[in-house]
């Protein structure tokens, strides 16, 4: 079985306990709480931009230039979107500037830049695919499982239920895997280790959000 299918079975459980949390749920109906989105959103944005910078610091120690280029095309996207969360989501949904970046935001992006920077790039790899896996994921099951009508949180959800974001998440994980087969059983024994931690840390990113966990 390849690296990314073994290690999607490993954190099933988690994956399975997101889809399943209020904020997910209350998401996929409308009925989050606008307060509880405007928190995840503000925490989001710091999020975006910390990513952007984990990727294009992999990108850097990408083993050849054709990961390269994937790599700082996806730091780029992130910024694209994370201005779009500002031109748009911020305005639409009242979300005031600069955020304090609260403990599991915090927890999470020093976890990628660390793993970006410090560990070896196998690992750093593994480490943001969850960023993409979870989110592709989670789109395509609230798509799925929704009610027809309005929901005032459908462009967030289309945007990681669509196809572009899709090619993104079907490439990352093509890399990942290619990785895993060059490599040692050690390394590749931490690259599942980086992919459960980030898996663990999405499910408290949202958590936080649906508590407003603060400092
Ligand atoms: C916390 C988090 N993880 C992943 C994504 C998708 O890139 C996102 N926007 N936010």
């Known amino acids: 079985m390849s690296w990314s299918k073994d290690t999607w079975q490993t954190i099933s459980p988690i994956y399975n306990r997101i889809i399943k949390m209020p904020f997910i749920e209350e998401l996929m109906d409308g009925s989050l709480p606008l307060e509880k989105f405007q ?37 780029e996207n992130a910024i694209i979107v994370e201005s779009a969360l500002h031109e748009s989501y911020f305005k639409e949904f009242g979300v005031s500037e600069k955020a304090i970046v609260q403990p599991a935001c915090h927890h999470y992006i020093n976890f990628l830049k660390s793993t970006a920077a410090l560990d070896n790039l196998e690992v750093a790899m593994a480490a943001v695919l969850p960023c993409f896996w979870i989110y592709k994921a989670v789109g395509d099951y609230i798509l799925e499982n929704q009610k027809d009508g309005e929901n005032t949180y459908q ?4 945007t990681y239920a669509g196809e572009e974001f899709g090619e993104a998440v079907t490439k990352a994980i093509q890399i990942c895997d290619e990785h895993a087969e060059k490599t040692t059983p050690q ?6 280790e980086a992919f459960v931690t980030a898996s663990n840390l999405e499910y408290h990113f949202w958590d936080a959000g649906y508590s407003l966990r603060t400092w």
């Open 39 to 75: 928190f995840y959103m503000s925490q989001d944005s710091a999020y975006l931009e910390n990513f952007g910078r984990a990727l294009a610091l992999i990108g850097a120690r990408a083993y050849d230039t054709q990961n390269m280029l994937t790599f700082l095309q996806f730091a």
């Open 155 to 158: 462009a967030w959800i289309d």
């Open 187 to 192: 390394i590749r024994a931490r690259m599942t």
